[in-house]
Nanobody
Framework: QVQLVESGGGLVQAGESLRLSCAAS????????MGWYRQAPGKERELVAH???????NYADSVKGRCTISRYNAKNTVYLPMNSLKFEATAVYYC?????????WGQGTQVTVSS
């Protein structure tokens, strides 16, 4: 059973930056891919970025060039610094971990960007 603990959300003004962190524990040795999804009010959950254990990355078009996901395998932690945030980035951000058997989700952290 993998547990995911997120941190780093909050309220910022447009143009400012935030860094999200997610630490995995409890069976995290089996994790292949870790990353972040987000869900804005009235919208479906969507991928923001993810990274494999080998370092391959994938980003949503809306965030390309404004964030760089990184992963510290020794601590089973993934980081997502987000720069030049726009109002449209306001959402609940969920950490995600994919293992060969299950997908795991964090409890979510709110990111609010004021315009």
């Amino acid at each position: 059973q993998v547990q995911l603990v997120e941190s780093g959300g909050g309220l910022v003004q447009a143009g400012e930056s935030l860094r999200l962190s997610c630490a995995a524990s409890g069976g995290s040795f089996s994790i292949n891919t870790m990353g972040w999804y987000r869900q804005a009010p009235g919208k479906e959950r969507e991928l923001v970025a993810h990274i494999t254990s080998g370092g391959s990355t994938n980003y949503a078009d809306s965030v390309k060039g404004r964030c760089t996901i990184s992963r510290y395998n020794a601590k089973n932690t993934v980081y997502l610094p987000m720069n030049s945030l726009k109002f449209e980035a306001t959402a609940v951000y969920y950490c995600h971990a994919h293992t060969p058997r299950f997908d795991y989700w964090g409890q979510g952290t709110q990111v609010t960007v004021s315009s």
